[in-house]
């Protein structure tokens, strides 16, 4: 096969909120049998087809990286995780739908990419807090996933969609609320499939085109990866 031009895209969030389940459905499209927790960096490749029925129409790879999920705080577990952040052109954000503690710790996961030494984006705290409105002037794309909609009652349903509307609001992000048990809710020409395409669009856009439209030299480590080679790459 063919190499082709890819983007990084970071895959954060708390443990358990399916992170890697997600990211299973995404490039397999098929449900994740028995997941398990993810120890330092999970890597796996999802084929897009940019501007997808158009004259530009051109297909990429999105790598998509999921991080070990722990919210250590330390320095020492966050320069571990630092070592992922490089060269980011997108992130998604994800939280369980079912846990308000991983929705908002979703702030302290996009600021912890954000902020790192060598980020040309940083989002400024003060006292504990942020200014929301840097996040639209954030150049790195971003996309809040919440999980396990299916396991929302009835009755509580209202309250926490529009919660989780407000965060994704914040982030100045698409939202996209799904079941990772069930591939319907990424069914082509849906209303979620259309804001995934969207959301990957302008990852690539990001990364390879100016701000006239016009394509800057292609990126691509031909000699070092093949599609093959990232699919359940593992760092301890």
């Known amino acids: 096969m063919a190499s082709l031009d890819r983007v990084k895209v970071l895959v954060l969030g708390d443990s358990g909120v399916g992170k890697s389940s997600l990211v299973h459905l995404l490039c397999q499209n098929q449900v994740l049998g028995n ?3 993810t120890v330092g960096c999970s890597v796996d490749v999802r084929v897009h087809d940019y501007k997808e029925g158009t004259p530009d129409e051109k297909t990429y790879y999105i790598e998509l990286w999921d991080i070990g999920g722990s919210v250590g705080s330390s320095s020492s577990v966050k320069s571990t995780r630092a070592v992922f952040y490089h060269s980011v052109n997108g992130i998604i954000l994800v939280h369980d739908l079912t846990n308000k503690k991983s929705s ?3 702030t302290r996961w996009s600021l912890e ?3 790192k030494d060598s980020s040309p984006t940083r ?3 003060t006292n504990g807090d942020y200014d929301r409105e840097q996040f639209a002037d954030n150049q790195i794309p971003l996309l809040v996933i919440g999980t396990k909609f299916d396991q929302i009652p009835e009755n509580k349903r209202n309250e926490v969609l529009t919660r ?5 609001e914040d982030f100045n992000a698409e939202e996209i609320n799904l079941d990772c048990t069930n591939p319907r809710y990424l069914a082509a020409g849906s209303s979620n499939a259309v804001k995934l395409s969207k959301f990957f669009d302008k990852v690539i856009e ?9 394509q800057m030299p292609g990126f691509s480590d ?3 990866f093949g599609a093959g080679n990232f699919k359940n790459l593992h760092y301890d």
Not at 164 to 168: H, K, N
Not at 206 to 214: A, E, I, P, S, V
């Open 35 to 37: 997941p398990s927790w």
């Open 104 to 106: 908002q710790n979703l």
């Open 113 to 115: 990419v954000l902020n």
């Open 123 to 125: 989002v400024i705290v």
């Open 164 to 168: 989780t509307a407000f965060l994704a």
């Open 206 to 214: 990001k990364r390879y085109f100016t701000r006239d439209g016009n």
């Open 222 to 224: 031909r000699k070092r």
